[in-house]
Structures are given as C-alpha cells and as structure tokens.
Nanobody, 123 residues
Framework: QVQLVESGGGLVQAGDSLRLSCASS????????LAWFRQAPGKEREFVAA????????ESADSVKDRFTISRDNAKNTVTLQMNSLKPEDTAVYYC????????????????WGQGTQVTVSS
C-alpha cells in the first residue's frame, strides 16, 4: 500500500508560479513510477506529467509542456510539480499517482492516488 499526500495548492493569478509536492511514507517509493493528473469541474481526469522510478525519464502533456516540470527526490520520498506561467485553464484539483508497472498517461494505469490539492488561477 502506498499513501500519497499532496500539498502546495492555492489561489494565484495568471502568470504566477506554484509548486506542488506529493509525499509518501512507502519504503519502496523509489520503485514507483509517479505522475500528476488534474481534474477540472465537469471534466474527466487528465494526465499532466509523469516521471520514471529513477527520475531519468519524464513525460508531459502538450498543454503544460515548457511550463510545468516534474521532478522527484527518492531520498525524501517526494515528487514535485513546478508550475510556471499559470493560466486560468490550469484551474483544477491536482492529484499525485503511483504505479509499479508503467509510465502511463491514463488514470487506470495508476493504482495509488492522493486526495488531491486545489489549484485556482484567476485571470
């Protein structure tokens, strides 16, 4: 069982930056692929970014490429999403997710989820 706890959400203005963190107490944290997803009201959960177990490989959605950066620190059992140049359309609940098997882009690829953190970007 992997428990994930997100933090760092909030209300910001367009163009601002925000840094989300996800912490886990799992002893095998370094074995997991990790990802960030987001879900806006009335919309399906969508892939944002993912990172391999070692952190060597990352993938991002086209909508956030060049603005958002995913990273991880296996010594601290944390994964971070640095979000720059935020836009109102980035407003959503952001979720951290973990998988032992894949660096997937679909929600069903991930077995473990955090509770989410709200990000609101005003225009």
């Amino acid at each position: 069982q992997v428990q994930l706890v997100e933090s760092g959400g909030g209300l910001v203005q367009a163009g601002d930056s925000l840094r989300l963190s996800c912490a886990s107490s799992a002893r095998t944290f370094s074995l997991y692929y990790l990802a960030w997803f987001r879900q806006a009201p009335g919309k399906e959960r969508e892939f944002v970014a993912a990172i391999s177990e070692s952190g060597r490989f990352t993938e991002s959605a086209d909508s956030v490429k060049d603005r958002f950066t995913i990273s991880r620190d296996n010594a601290k059992n944390t994964v971070t999403l640095q979000m720059n140049s935020l836009k109102p359309e980035d407003t959503a609940v952001y979720y951290c997710a973990a998988s032992l098997y894949t660096l997937g882009h679909e929600a069903h690829d991930y077995a473990y989820w955090g509770q989410g953190t709200q990000v609101t970007v005003s225009s």
